[in-house]
């Protein structure tokens, strides 16, 4: 094993990614050294976050390089070892991206069980995704039992561990995804109380109809028209954590239309409104509590989880345009081998 095929950032998009963005190499797989591992990765989880990576604007992390391989979480399979926690065969959770071999530090590594849980849980409903929904809700949205949860891109791995959450905690779940197949599953698959269709032309009031007492959470992920239907049924005290606006992730320059700014802020005031973004890491020390608690709520059935898995690395750019395009169906993964 000598070569790993590789999925290198080509050029920032600018709006929308397309397939020349991304350009395909291959690369000398180096030997690993002292404490670390040489992978072979076999999943590669595919997340919203990453069109920000591509960007060379401000944030909360680092862009990825032109040139440099796109960013992503992977579960990978051990290959070669010097380092005395790991043997070749093992299946970890590593941040190795968009290729198909590399070589990790062992203290980066997480090692999994696949007697227990299936592998890929690891970069969905038992890894990121799901700290996001479990922290994010928890922590800043803090749902009270009979109070209404509404979370926007419902059906995704944030969105639908939300929902099943809140569910727990007492609360009613409202769910809003796009498309009747979507809305189905919110109800019969992950047991929300309602599920709204924001591509009706009634979605407003369907969702007003949906919240007969307004809202007392509103997990953010989405930004854009959603949050202009949700915003007037906002309660007194309301909480909104602020996870994604995957809506705006594509915008370049100024938002179009007329500034509501101003009516979103007297609404902020006049209703006491908490609204909060929030990066998962904030949380870490959460990660214990989680691993515990979600995993016995996966076990138990409580929180269910869907995957939308394709195949082949060389569909991944593809498959990650169509998921800032709403097109996957679950927690988004590709099957490099």
């Known amino acids: 094993m000598t ?130 929904a479990y922290a994010g809700l928890l922590t800043l949205g803090k749902p009270k039992e009979g109070e209404t949860v509404v979370v926007a891109a419902a059906t995704g791995p944030v969105g639908s561990a939300v929902g099943q959450i809140a569910k727990i905690k007492g609360a009613r779940a409202v769910g809003i995804a796009g498309g009747p197949e979507k809305c189905r599953a919110l109800t019969e698959d992950f047991g929300f109380d309602a599920a709204i269709d924001h591509r009706s032309e009634s979605f407003a009031e369907d969702l007003k109809a949906a ?70 890491t904030e949380f870490k020390d959460q990660m214990p509590d989680f691993v515990k608690e979600m995993g016995s709520w996966v076990a138990d059935g409580r929180i269910r989880y869907k995957e939308d898995i394709v195949e082949g690395l060389d569909r991944a750019p593809d498959a990650f345009i169509g998921l800032l395009e709403g097109k996957n169906f679950g927690k988004l993964i590709v099957k490099v081998a």
């Open 3 to 132: 070569e790993s095929t590789q999925i290198l950032l080509a050029s920032r998009p600018e709006g929308r990614p397309t397939p020349e963005n991304f350009r395909t190499e291959t690369a000398p797989v180096p030997a690993p050294k002292e404490g670390e591992v040489l992978l072979k990765i076999r999943y590669l989880s595919l997340d919203p976050y990453m069109r920000g990576r591509m960007s060379a604007a401000k944030s909360y992390a680092a862009p990825v390089e032109v040139g440099a391989v796109m960013e992503g979480g992977t579960v990978a399979e051990v290959v070669e070892s010097l380092d005395p926690n790991f043997a070749s065969g093992d299946m970890v959770l590593s941040y190795s991206g968009w290729q198909t071999h590399a070589v990790a530090k062992a203290a980066h590594l997480r090692k999994l069980d696949p007697e227990k849980v299936p592998v890929t849980t690891a970069v969905g409903v038992l890894g990121m995704p799901g700290f996001t």
């Open 211 to 280: 919240c007969p007492d307004g809202i007392d959470v509103y997990f953010e992920n989405v930004g854009g028209p959603v949050f202009e239907a949700v915003r007037p049924l906002l309660n007194f005290y309301a909480r909104v954590p602020v996870c994604g606006l995957v809506s705006q992730y594509n915008a370049t320059g100024p938002f179009e239309g007329p500034d509501k700014l101003p009516g979103l802020m007297r609404d902020i005031l006049t209703k006491s409104l908490t609204i909060r973004g929030f990066i998962q």
